[in-house]
């Protein structure tokens, strides 16, 4: 067993399966245990340790952990010293960034962020909300919630900070957004110290490319065909390949095969016109992984 080893910080809560459901398409195996808070993990110079995301840059930057996985929001927030590996496009819901967003109720005279002066705002991101107001010379009471913050306005509150992907809640509790205060994306983030160590840094470098890279396959497939040398250039004209196809000989100089990545949803109305444009032999494969 390898003497060296990576502390990798995995998101629990809300991230985790989607967390899990990537490091599978990039290769690595993360078994979560009932109970446990050290999930398993394919590679014995891995070892992971579940932590909420917002707590993840602090143990990041005091080097309790080497790397992980958490919200650009939550960087900002504990205002952490790491470095940024890579931007993870990934969540629960959706492919958008995450909203933090001021919101009140839906009679709330509240307009604009100077309305808010002297008011009470609730929210989990307290250090963020106030930099935030004090860059807008606005003074107001801002206190941290536990949870369950769309609740709160009007009676324990004039106004909330939260996060938001679809704004369904928000609008399920008869609140409206007056303005965004940031956007925040899944983020890898590593200890400068840890980053600094060549065999953790080249450790790192490799798991993120292949997080990337089962990133980058995510509603991609791979078409393969035959085509006559004469039908080519008819087909090649409907392909909206990532880069350029791959054109090669076949036995027969008359023929020859094409392969090229394209967006799985086009699949469907780009076969028909590959066939009527001379195409033949078209086979559609999935991708796990694509690396430029």
């Known amino acids: 067993m390898s003497e060296q080893v990576l502390k990798l910080g995995i998101p629990a809560g809300s991230l985790q399966e989607a967390t899990g459901e990537l490091f599978r398409k990039a290769g690595y195996k993360i078994t979560y245990v009932s ?3 050290y999930p398993a993990i394919d590679d014995p110079e891995i070892h992971g340790t579940l932590i909420r995301p917002q707590e993840m840059p602090r143990y990041v930057q005091d080097g309790s952990l080497d790397c992980g996985l958490t919200g650009y929001d939550w960087v900002m927030e504990n205002d952490a010293k790491v470095v940024e590996l890579a931007e993870l496009v990934f969540s629960k819901v959706s492919k958008r960034p995450v909203r933090w967003v001021l919101a009140v109720p839906n009679d709330s005279p509240v307009k604009t962020v100077k309305d808010l002066q002297g008011k009470r705002i609730a929210t989990e991101v307290v250090n963020l909300t106030r930099r935030w107001l004090a860059a807008h010379g606005v003074t107001a009471q801002v206190e941290f919630s536990w949870g369950a913050t769309e609740v709160k306005p009007p ?7 939260e996060v938001t992907e679809t704004g369904s809640s928000l609008r399920a509790n ?4 007056v303005t965004d205060l940031l956007q925040s994306t899944t983020r890898f983030i590593a200890n400068e110290r840890a980053y600094a160590d060549p065999w953790k ?5 490799d798991l993120v490319l292949m997080l990337q890279g089962a990133m980058a396959a995510e509603g991609k497939v791979g078409l393969m065909m035959n085509v006559r040398q004469a039908d080519l250039a008819a087909v090649l004209a409907l392909l909206p390949a990532l880069q350029k196809p791959t054109i090669s000989s076949l036995s027969d100089p008359e023929w020859v095969a094409v392969n090229t990545i394209i967006d799985e949803s086009v699949v ?3 076969v028909p016109q590959l066939k009527q444009a001379g195409a033949r032999g078209i086979v559609e494969y999935p991708l796990s992984k694509i690396n430029d």
């Open 268 to 270: 469907r109305h780009i």
């Open 174 to 177: 008869n609140l409206r957004i």
């Open 35 to 37: 109970r446990s808070y």
């Open 155 to 161: 009676r324990l509150a004039d106004a909330i900070v």
């Open 201 to 205: 840094r080249q450790k790192m470098d």
